[in-house]
């Protein structure tokens, strides 16, 4: 397997909590530079996290709610997402690959995608 692994998606109601996972190829690409998109219906994929070594990023909408880590000896990287809100139902994707001093965010600069997660958030 290639490609990232998404696993932990759920239909959940406001304020609930999930925890997204991806299983990674370490010998692929750089595991320590991952990072987490979602799209949701209409919209642009949009970057919700990264992590590059012991450097984390987030986007804006999800700072304070959701956290990205990684476990080194399982090779996965997490999305613990808490305070969940309906905006943030989506697909969500675990991307690898991008060069070198590229953007976290740039959807464009990631070459291994894995096949997403469905995250669904009522009110």
């Known amino acids: 397997q290639v490609q990232p692994v998404e696993s932990g998606g759920d239909s959940v109601q406001a304020g609930g909590s999930l925890r997204l996972s991806c299983a990674a190829s370490?010998?692929?690409?750089?595991?320590?530079?991952m990072t987490w998109f979602r799209q949701a219906p209409g919209k642009e994929r949009e970057g919700v996290a990264g992590?590059?070594?012991?450097?984390?990023y987030y986007a804006d909408s999800v700072k304070g709610r959701f956290t990205i880590s990684r476990d080194n000896g399982q090779k996965t990287v997490y999305l613990q997402m808490n305070s969940l809100k309906p905006e943030d139902t989506a697909m969500y994707y675990c991307?690898?690959?991008?060069?070198?001093?590229?953007?976290?965010?740039?959807?464009?600069?990631?070459?291994?995608w894995g096949q997403g997660t469905q995250v669904t958030v009522s009110s």
């Open positions: 992590i590059y070594f012991s450097n984390t």
């Open positions: 370490m010998y692929t690409y750089n595991f320590n530079d």
């Open positions: 991307a690898a690959g991008r060069p070198y001093g590229s953007n976290w965010a740039d959807t464009y600069a990631y070459k291994y």
